[in-house]
């Protein structure tokens, strides 16, 4: 795991291992991203996996949520569930498609416990959700952070923040992706927070989400 890092005061990134990964596994990107924001009351987790114990720390004195991007990004949630007694807030596990099906006996606890969230929701924790790949695949946008959370929608494989034509859903097309992305262009981002990459900015965003890739 690499050090935790503040990005901007409260705001942490880390990242770690992909919990599928297995010694010997032909993966020329092994690690994955996670995010927590501290605002002194509320203590909000992104995608998380190896949470750093300094944070873990401050646990004890925040109101603590857990918010994933997709289902299949549950990672480490279903142990800090029950270590932090936090709420998990989760997009629609049953908008999977066949792809990720095999999935889904990981995810049974989550469909019962978790709050379900869907494009267009503000969540009671000061996440709003923005429609992403899929109905399970959202971005999250933090208001009062300026934040933009990313998860399997735009990823970065060492080019940069990228929409990959390989990851597109069946039948979709880049061009229609790129318009139900466009709308997160209209907002004030300070900070773009992939979890699949390190952090970057609008200007990235805004490449990757070009009418045609450079």
């Known amino acids: 795991m690499a050090p935790v890092r503040e990005l901007q005061r409260g705001l942490w990134h880390w990242t770690a291992v992909h919990p599928e990964w297995e010694p010997g596994t032909d993966w020329a990107h092994t690690s994955v991203s996670s995010y927590a924001l501290d605002d002194g009351a509320q203590l909000l987790l992104f995608d998380p996996i190896a949470v750093p114990s300094e ?6 004195e925040r109101e603590v949520a857990i918010v994933l991007t997709c289902p299949w990004h ?3 949630s279903q142990a800090l569930v029950d270590e932090l007694r936090a709420p998990i807030f989760l997009p629609p596990p049953e908008a999977f498609n066949d792809d990720v099906d095999w999935l ?3 995810l049974e606890r989550l469909e019962a416990e978790g709050r379900i969230f869907v494009a267009g929701d503000r969540l ?3 996440v709003d959700a923005f429609a992403g790949k899929k109905a399970c ?3 999250l946008w933090v208001e009062g952070r300026n934040a933009l959370v990313i998860g399997d929608t735009l990823l970065d494989r060492g080019n940069g923040l990228e929409l990959l034509t390989d990851w597109l859903s069946a039948g979709q097309t880049r061009d229609q992706l790129i318009e139900i992305l466009r709308p997160l262009l209209d907002l004030p981002i300070e900070v773009v927070l992939p979890t699949h990459g390190p952090p970057t900015d609008k200007a990235a965003l805004g490449r990757a989400l070009a009418s045609r890739p450079d």
Do not use: Q, Y
């Open 137 to 139: 695949d959202l971005v």
């Open 104 to 106: 889904r006996p990981d």
């Open 74 to 76: 549950e990672r480490d």
């Open 124 to 126: 009671p924790i000061g």
């Open 55 to 60: 944070l873990i720390a401050r646990a004890s």
